[in-house]
């Protein structure tokens, strides 16, 4: 059974940066592809960037392209989100979330509790 453990969220007003970090425990984490989702108030969970299994490719929703950086550090067991230049669009809570699927997708089987981002104007 995987646990996964998501920090780093908080407040922050337009235009700054936050790290979001995902600490995973249980076994073969680097088999896993994992990534992040954002639910945004009254919205449905949708992927903003993942990593897949097939080499570590990563890929980004539209929306964050160009200023989320998703990485992984299988040492550590680790996947973090660099967000940069954050809007209030980007206000809501951000799920880590890992599969053994090649694509990560919503019906990943192992999910973190959420950690909630505000961006003010």
């Known amino acids: 059974q995987v646990q996964l453990v998501e920090s780093g969220g908080g407040s922050v007003q337009a235009g700054g940066s936050l790290r979001l970090s995902c600490a995973a425990s249980g076994p073969a984490f680097s088999s896993l592809s994992t990534g992040w989702f954002h639910q945004a108030p009254g919205e449905e969970r949708e992927l903003v960037a993942a990593?897949?299994?097939?080499?570590?490719?990563?890929i980004y929703a539209d929306s964050v392209l160009g200023r989320f950086t998703i990485s992984r550090d299988n040492a550590k067991n680790t996947v973090y989100l660099q967000m940069n230049s954050l809007n209030p669009e980007d206000t809501g809570v951000y799920y880590c979330?890992?599969?053994?699927?090649?694509?990560?997708?919503?019906?990943?089987?192992?999910w973190g509790q959420g950690t909630p981002v505000t961006v003010s104007s």
């Open positions: 979330a890992a599969a053994s699927t090649v694509w990560l997708t919503p019906r990943a089987e192992y």
């Open positions: 990593i897949s299994t097939y080499r570590n490719t990563p």
